[in-house]
């Protein structure tokens, strides 16, 4: 931006472009964090960020909470590590918003590592020549706990996983609040498909403890066998790297199938989600649901003998239920920084456009 001292930030995936003047930021910050207001809880400095930027007290739109997540990450990170940044930020997401895949958590990472980076607080690790490169652990730290914080303002409550995951990569552990990082799992190669169908995790969850409340000596060991089946697919993931046997993805097919029918047991299934795994499995592969259930997004394992034929011919059917799908990877690194000229054509589009 030069002298120009604006701060812009663009948003092509949920229709977003707004930006801002630094000195007016600089009001802003000072308000929210230090002066007479000090130490204003995060709601009361929510409320105030809500009033600048011309968003609802009571919105819940994904582009209102990516702006009012922005705002306060930008602030209270150049709070405490060093001025406003005058800068262009643009954002996109090649995978949907809204469709419990965990995009808020991406983009609060992403946001938190270009602001910690913006405002020295953390190192530039690309070298001349190298295409991608990664933070120290003491780096990828600070990193999600900032995310978390962003996650704090779009989600009120959230377990932290989903940052987690977007910070370290690979795959984590969650039980009873607790985050282990699963060291050398394999990359898997999945197809990732969204039935469209809209839910709320909220709703979901409370019929889970009513069903448990009313039966618990039948739900609570139907959790319990979820729970084994969860140990039982850590195994084999961790065994996999140094074992690369065919043998296991069988293993993890069936898995997959078993998960499958207690999710819907426990009442979080779909009938888009059975028509998915119906779909899938009438060309030999197998799926599951993700996230929170009741619609919302589904994934289905393919294994290295799928061959592009059956793989192309499932997209084609599930395109024809009125699903969306993309081939993807799981078990990918977490946050990285990439050269320019790292970034495929696609990419570098989106990101160039206004």
């Given at each position: 931006?030069?002298?120009?001292?604006?701060?812009?930030?663009?948003?092509?995936?949920?229709?977003?472009?707004?930006?801002?003047?630094?000195?007016?930021?600089?009001?802003?910050r000072d308000r929210i964090t230090g002066g007479a207001v000090r130490h204003l809880p995060p709601r009361e400095q929510l409320d105030v960020l809500k009033e600048f930027a011309g968003i609802a007290a009571d919105a819940s739109a994904p582009?209102?909470?990516?702006?009012?997540?922005?705002l306060y990450m930008c602030l209270a990170i150049s709070a405490k590590y060093g001025d406003v940044p005058s800068m262009d930020i643009a954002v996109w997401s090649e995978l949907p918003t809204g469709a419990g895949l965990g995009s808020s958590?991406?983009?609060?990472?992403?946001?938190?590592?270009?602001?910690?980076?913006?405002?020295?607080?953390?190192?530039?690790?690309?070298?001349?020549?190298?295409?991608?490169?990664?933070?120290?652990?003491?780096?990828?730290?600070?990193?999600?706990?900032?995310?978390?914080?962003?996650?704090?303002?779009?989600?009120?409550?959230?377990?932290?996983?989903?940052?987690?995951?977007?910070?370290?990569?690979?795959?984590?552990?969650?039980?009873?609040?607790?985050?282990?990082?699963?060291?050398?799992?394999?990359?898997?190669?999945?197809?990732?498909?969204?039935?469209?169908?809209?839910?709320?995790?909220?709703?979901?969850?409370?019929?889970?403890?009513?069903?448990?409340?009313?039966?618990?000596?039948?739900?609570?060991?139907?959790?319990?066998?979820?729970?084994?089946?969860?140990?039982?697919?850590?195994?084999?993931?961790?065994?996999?790297?140094?074992?690369?046997?065919?043998?296991?993805?069988p293993v993890l097919e069936e898995l997959f199938d078993i998960n499958q029918h207690h999710l819907n047991v426990i009442g979080v299934g779909h009938p888009s989600l059975d028509r998915l795994c119906r779909v899938t499995a009438s060309h030999?592969?197998?799926?599951?649901?993700?996230?929170?259930?009741?619609?919302?997004?589904?994934?289905?394992?393919?294994?290295?003998?799928?061959?592009?034929?059956?793989?192309?011919?499932?997209?084609?059917?599930?395109?024809?239920?009125?699903?969306?799908?993309?081939?993807?990877?799981?078990?990918?690194?977490?946050?990285?920084?990439?050269?320019?000229?790292?970034?495929?054509?696609?990419?570098?589009?989106?990101?160039?456009?206004?």
């Amino acid at each position: 931006h030069g002298g120009g001292e604006r701060l812009c930030v663009r948003l092509p995936g949920v229709g977003v472009r707004r930006e801002w003047d630094v000195a007016e930021l600089r009001v802003l910050r000072d308000r929210i964090t230090g002066g007479a207001v000090r130490h204003l809880p995060p709601r009361e400095q929510l409320d105030v960020l809500k009033e600048f930027a011309g968003i609802a007290a009571d919105a819940s739109a994904p582009d209102s909470l990516a702006i009012l997540a922005f705002l306060y990450m930008c602030l209270a990170i150049s709070a405490k590590y060093g001025d406003v940044p005058s800068m262009d930020i643009a954002v996109w997401s090649e995978l949907p918003t809204g469709a419990g895949l965990g995009s808020s958590a991406a983009y609060t990472v992403c946001l938190a590592a270009a602001l910690l980076h913006a405002c020295r607080a953390i190192s530039c690790p690309l070298k001349d020549g190298e295409a991608t490169a990664r933070w120290t652990e003491e780096e990828m730290t600070l990193i999600n706990s900032w995310a978390f914080q962003g996650e704090r303002v779009i989600h009120g409550n959230p377990s932290g996983v989903d940052n987690a995951v977007g910070t370290w990569g690979g795959a984590l552990r969650y039980q009873s609040g607790k985050i282990t990082s699963l060291k050398r799992v394999p990359t898997l190669r999945i197809l990732l498909t969204n039935t469209k169908v809209p839910r709320s995790t909220m709703v979901l969850v409370a019929g889970v403890k009513e069903k448990i409340l009313k039966f618990p000596a039948i739900m609570n060991p139907v959790l319990d066998s979820i729970d084994a089946i969860s140990q039982e697919c850590q195994s084999v993931l961790e065994a996999m790297p140094t074992n690369p046997s065919p043998e296991y993805y069988p293993v993890l097919e069936e898995l997959f199938d078993i998960n499958q029918h207690h999710l819907n047991v426990i009442g979080v299934g779909h009938p888009s989600l059975d028509r998915l795994c119906r779909v899938t499995a009438s060309h030999g592969l197998h799926s599951k649901l993700t996230g929170a259930g009741g619609g919302g997004c589904g994934i289905t394992l393919l294994p290295p003998d799928a061959t592009p034929l059956a793989v192309e011919a499932a997209k084609r059917d599930l395109c024809a239920c009125g699903f969306e799908c993309w081939e993807t990877d799981i078990g990918a690194p977490g946050v990285t920084l990439h050269s320019s000229s790292s970034l495929n054509a696609e990419v570098l589009h989106a990101l160039s456009e206004s």
